[in-house]
């Protein structure tokens, strides 16, 4: 009787690791299913005008600050729309005009007629330097003012951001944690002070240009940290891209599919 529970213990231990493999190679193919790859967009930045296409400009005034935030809705906006939002990096800190001249609102704006976009998409304006205390809680009232405005899905929330909105990106993930159903850091590196447990809940495609050495190995040792916790990142390296033209990347429809997919 001892010998036969001693066999179906290691049985029962070669099926838990049998699962186990098959959930790692599941993962694996899930991670490469998901990788954009490509080159960087050549397209050209057609600035956005205020009132058209769907482009609002909204302010918020809470948490000691005030946060003005581009708002891109579709025409006949219906509910149940998930919301991407953007975070910009500290070149844009305070500017209307800055922000709505970035790669991703123009090409929102321009790319997406009003009737095709399945997404609201929001941008707000940090005030002062760095995504985080008042800028990201004002940030977060924003989505959630959107949410209850609009009739937008609770449940798919999508975070992306460049630079000093890639550092956001990681530290409001790791702050309201599920509250965002996928996230997207673009040149930007730092666990916020959460560490990488804080990121295994959500898929997150982390890419970076080839020529920003130091931000690839800081981003690469964050995502296989977040990997080996169980978790589902993706670091992209995008071959010629530098700090400076790296936000180009955005403008292919293929990033807001990764997103809206999840």
């Known amino acids: 009787e001892a010998e036969q529970k001693q066999k179906g213990a290691k049985k029962q231990t070669f099926a838990e690791w049998k699962k186990k493999k098959e959930e790692e190679e599941r993962k694996q193919q899930e991670q490469q299913q998901q990788y954009i790859g490509g080159t960087l967009p050549e397209g050209t930045i057609t600035p956005v005008t205020i009132g058209e296409n769907g482009v609002n400009v909204k302010e918020y005034n809470g948490y000691g600050i005030s946060m003005k935030y581009y708002e891109i809705v579709p025409t006949n906006v219906k509910k149940n729309l998930p919301i991407i939002i953007f975070l910009h990096g500290s070149g844009e800190i305070g500017s209307v005009s800055g922000v709505g001249n970035l790669p991703i609102v123009s ?34 009232a924003i989505i959630d003012k959107t949410i209850q405005e609009y009739g937008a899905d609770s449940s798919r929330i999508y975070i992306t951001g460049m630079s000093m909105g890639g550092y956001g990106t990681w530290y409001m993930v790791g702050k309201y944690g599920n509250f965002f159903r996928a996230a997207m850091p673009m040149s930007g590196c730092s666990s916020g002070g959460f560490g990488a447990s804080s990121y295994v809940n959500i ?60």
């Not at 929001?122 to 760095?130: E, F, V």
């Not at 495609?205 to 040792?221: F, H, L, N, P």
């Open 107 to 140: 090409y929102v704006a321009n790319h997406y007629t009003r009737s095709n976009q399945q997404f609201i998409f929001l941008a707000p304006i940090a005030p002062t330097h760095g995504w985080y205390d008042n800028n990201t809680d004002a940030a977060k």
């Open 203 to 262: 898929p997150i495609y982390a890419i970076v240009g080839g020529q920003e050495s130091d931000y690839k190995s800081c981003m690469s040792t964050l995502v296989e940290q977040i990997n080996q916790q169980g978790g589902n990142a993706t670091l992209d390296a995008v071959e010629g891209a530098s700090h400076g033209t790296i936000q180009r990347y955005y403008q292919q429809e293929k990033i807001f599919d990764w997103l809206l997919s999840k």
